[in-house]
């Protein structure tokens, strides 16, 4: 199976799209998948901010980029388009660290009218980064998303039918592509 990164672009700890993400891992792992998470907001805000391009943290997170074959991005939309510790890290990648990758982009919000954040603000960037194939996504309403006081999560019918949708299509894309080496 293949191994999967799962982003999380949002700035907060106790996130719903960080929740929903770790949630959505899950999935990928009992289908097979290897899925290592990374945490944006993990990242020193000296190096993102300062463009370090050089600085340990980030040469780790470009590795892990290269080094897998599919990437779940996943962000909080803020005034129409996603999170800036996102657009920070991709600025520091590679110009085409999507190159071969098969690639979710997931948003949430609190409102409707954020739902075309992904296809015209995120799947743009993500495309020219030399992503393979970006599978459809989706965009989840906040009021969807229901954090327990033990810290379980649960996702509104609706929206949990069209997430384990998107997930397994993007499962699927990942099982038909071929499967990259650290070679080539």
Known sequence: MATV???SGSPSASSRTNRLLRHLDRRLTAQGHEVI???VRTLPAE???G???HHP???AATELFARVDGVVVGTPVYKASYSGVLKALLDLLPQYALTGKTVLPLATGGTTAHVLAIDYALRPVLNSMGAAHIVQG???LDK???VHEDGTLSVAPDATEALVQVVDQFSAAL???PVLTAAG
């Open 47 to 49: 190096a993102l901010l």
């Open 144 to 146: 969807d998303i229901t």
């Open 175 to 177: 099982d038909r592509a």
């Open 37 to 39: 998470p990374l945490d």
């Open 51 to 53: 463009a370090d391009f």
């Open 138 to 140: 989706w965009f989840t």
């Open 5 to 7: 990164l799962s982003v």
């Open 57 to 59: 943290a980030i040469v």
